[in-house]
């Protein structure tokens, strides 16, 4: 298990393998990945801790979306990682 439950989360759906399940488990995992971001806004945190896991967080949602185009057939749109981004 990973230090962020959301992590988990994210790789559950980034390994599913059958179709009929990604679907939810994209959600699952967005909704984890929200949850935990109201989390960090809600209490006292290490600066550097917060900034560690915002942009962790950041690169697990841009392989989401890159889940919902290339596997799960949603339009695209047009957004491109930034450079040096790469998903968790």
């Not at 699952?28 to 990945?33: G, H, K, P, R, Y």
């Amino acid at each position: 298990m990973s230090d962020y439950e959301w992590l988990d989360i994210y790789r559950q759906a980034d390994d599913e393998q059958d179709i009929s399940k990604l679907h939810q488990r994209v959600m699952d995992a967005e909704s984890a990945i929200f949850a935990r971001m109201q989390r960090l806004s809600e209490g006292p945190q290490s600066e550097i801790d917060v900034q560690t896991e915002t942009l962790a967080m950041r690169s697990a949602l841009n392989g989401l979306l890159r889940i919902k185009t290339e596997r799960l057939g949603w339009p695209s749109l047009g957004l491109e990682d930034a450079p040096g981004e790469t998903a968790p």
